[in-house]
């Protein structure tokens, strides 16, 4: 088991750059989420996937933000145009069927935006 | 999303018990309650979860009132590695979205 991964851990890019992160999450997880975090505050929901479908997306998740799970594994998430706003750690988590267990969290990647 | 209200900051003398108390008054019937926790510069970690009755595992205990209205997350014998943001959160979704709010932060003292 080598648990949720997060790539990169660490980004700096300048102010209207586009950003990517991935996710893998731990084999077999049917459910996978991102989350955003800013310091002080705990974890906010983004966005959720069961296998390759998106079934909900927070309004935080503005035009900007588009995250996939192509193949129903791994998943990205894509801020376009950046704002100094967006400077946050981005957390995936996943979780396997059936409910109310618990999620597993990668250990984030910190974007800051200049 | 029900609420959950929670301590800003707790500290706690090493090798003893630790109480989290957290208020979820507006829990419903079907709400598990869920506590995560998350040391510095890492994501967020499970810790336990339970619906009615007290739930016991390697990592804590779990106390929940018998009105369901509050629960108290119990560390047997605090550890400098226990300092952490513990997160008191009910999961009121099927697929398990989670609102976490700002937490109780656990100091141990050595």
């Known amino acids: 088991d080598t648990g949720v991964s997060q790539n990169p851990r660490h980004k700096i890019t300048k102010r209207g750059q586009n950003v990517t992160f991935r996710c893998d999450p731990i084999?077999?997880?049917?459910?996978l989420y991102w989350y955003r975090q800013t310091l002080g505050q705990g974890p906010e929901f983004l966005t959720y996937?069961?296998?390759?479908?998106?079934?909900?997306k927070s309004r935080l998740l503005s035009d900007r933000f588009s995250a996939e799970r192509p193949k129903g594994s791994f998943s990205t998430l894509e801020i376009q145009r950046t704002e100094q706003g967006d400077s946050a750690m981005y957390l995936c988590?996943?979780?396997?069927?059936?409910?109310?267990?618990?999620?597993?969290f990668g250990p984030g990647t910190r974007l800051t935006v200049l | 999303d029900a609420k959950t209200t929670q301590p800003n900051s707790m500290e706690s003398n090493e090798e003893e018990p630790v109480h989290l108390p957290c208020n979820h008054s507006?829990?419903?019937?079907?709400?598990?309650i869920h506590w995560y926790r998350q040391l510095p510069s890492q994501g967020p970690e499970y810790v336990i979860h339970g619906l009615t009755s007290n739930v016991n595992n390697r990592m804590a205990s779990l106390a929940i009132a018998e009105d369901r209205k509050s629960s108290t997350l119990i560390l047997h014998r605090a550890t400098l590695r226990d300092a952490a943001v513990y997160y008191c959160i009910l999961n009121s979704g099927g697929y398990q979205k989670v609102t976490f709010g700002t937490g109780t932060k656990l100091q141990v003292i050595p």
């Open positions: 996937f069961q296998n390759e479908a998106q079934l909900e």
């Open positions: 988590a996943s979780s396997p069927v059936p409910t109310y267990n618990e999620q597993f």
């Open positions: 507006t829990i419903s019937g079907t709400d598990y």
């Open positions: 084999s077999e997880h049917n459910r």
